[in-house]
């Protein structure tokens, strides 16, 4: 499984509940424990993903780049249909429901 995005809020609740090793955990810039790709400006130089599920929370949630959301959807997409995905998972950030109280969600 590939969770892109994973570097954001989302991203960090699934890992600490699913583990460090259930999926490729992609983040933009170079991160500790992260696989580093840029998904709107490089190839995919990752493992074969044919067959396997893709979790895109890439996204941006303020500011003028809000529409680089539609390039990441349509890059997670493209990803899936040439590596051969079995499942593709375009998911909105928390962000969109507001900062939460405190708590992990």
């Not at 490729?24 to 810039?29: A, L, N």
Request: negative net charge; charged residues 15%; proline residues 4%.
């Amino acid at each position: 499984m590939l969770v892109t995005g994973a570097a954001g809020r989302i991203g960090g609740i699934l890992r600490a509940a699913w583990g460090d090793d259930a999926a490729i955990w992609q983040s933009r810039g170079c991160r500790p424990g992260f696989f580093d790709w840029d998904m709107l400006t490089q190839p995919w130089a990752g493992p074969s993903l044919s067959g396997s599920v893709i979790v895109n929370l890439a996204g941006v949630t303020s500011g003028a780049a809000l529409d680089d959301n539609i390039a990441l959807a349509r890059a997670a997409l493209d990803l899936g249909a040439a590596q051969g995905a079995a499942h593709l998972f375009l998911l909105s950030s928390a962000a969109v429901y507001g900062r939460g109280d405190g708590g992990p969600l």
